[in-house]
């Protein structure tokens, strides 16, 4: 167990529609990392948080969108869905930004888009 | 465009064999991290590497990161059925702060 923990864990959603991912870090883990993990393209990087503030932007399309709140957990928002983003959705935390601290990863949500 | 990229992408041998996975870049990386990954599991951390020339041992898998800091590789040692998995190389790019990149990834088949 990482301490990262990811809800839901499965989604099914029609095209179109919108989903909220949620994300708690590490209990003290100031940074959020946000990846979207497909067959095709391996693990995308899409943005990450430091405390509150969007620190990196990866490529993270228009539709989809994040915060971080003032208790450090994150949501990621995506809209207008389409086919091609089933995928499966990883948070991620770090305590700082040095090289030193590592990053956990979450068990991930699987977002399926019919 | 694929910053990192990882070689090769798929390799499948017989256990006991040994097996070296290669990451390379023309970016410069502050630090470099191997990962595993299970299916249907988010990547573990194997090791950090920060040093250019750098060299770090787990057991049977042997890390090392390139003098210029723009490459690394995995080798592991009499290969074993429990070492199948994704492995992914991660940097962070040099002067661009908490971003990690990934590289695409080498599915590992140890058979028996």
């Known amino acids: 167990d990482s301490g990262v923990t990811q809800t839901p864990k499965h989604l099914i959603t029609a095209t179109g529609q919108r989903v909220t991912l949620r994300c708690s870090p590490r209990?003290?883990?100031?940074?959020v990392y946000w990846y979207q993990q497909s067959l095709d393209q391996g693990l995308q990087f899409l943005i990450q948080?430091?405390?509150?503030?969007?620190?990196a932007k990866g490529n993270i399309l228009e539709r989809f969108s994040a915060q971080q709140f003032p208790d450090l957990h994150s949501e990621l928002n995506l809209s207008s869905l389409e086919l091609g983003d089933s995928a499966l959705y990883f948070c991620?935390?770090?305590?700082?930004?040095?090289?030193?601290?590592?990053?956990?990863f979450g068990e991930g949500s699987w977002l399926t888009v019919v | 465009t694929q910053l990192l990229e990882q070689s090769p992408q798929f390799l499948s041998i017989q256990e006991g064999e040994n097996l070296t996975v290669y990451c390379n870049s023309s970016s410069v990386f502050s630090s470099l991290q191997w990962y595993r990954q299970e299916p249907g599991e988010g990547p573990v951390l194997l090791v950090t590497v920060v040093t250019g020339g750098e060299v770090k041992k787990l057991k049977r898998l042997t890390f090392q990161f390139g003098d210029a800091r723009k490459d690394s590789s995995l080798h592991i040692t009499a290969a074993q059925t429990g070492d199948t998995g994704l492995y992914l190389c991660?940097?962070?790019?040099?002067?661009?702060?908490?971003?990690?990149?990934f590289g695409q990834g080498t599915e590992l088949s140890v058979k028996p």
């Open positions: 948080y430091y405390n509150g503030e969007e620190r």
């Open positions: 209990s003290g883990d100031l940074s």
């Open positions: 991620a935390s770090r305590a700082g930004e040095g090289s030193g601290n590592t990053i956990y």
């Open positions: 991660a940097g962070h790019i040099y002067n661009q702060g908490g971003k990690l990149i």
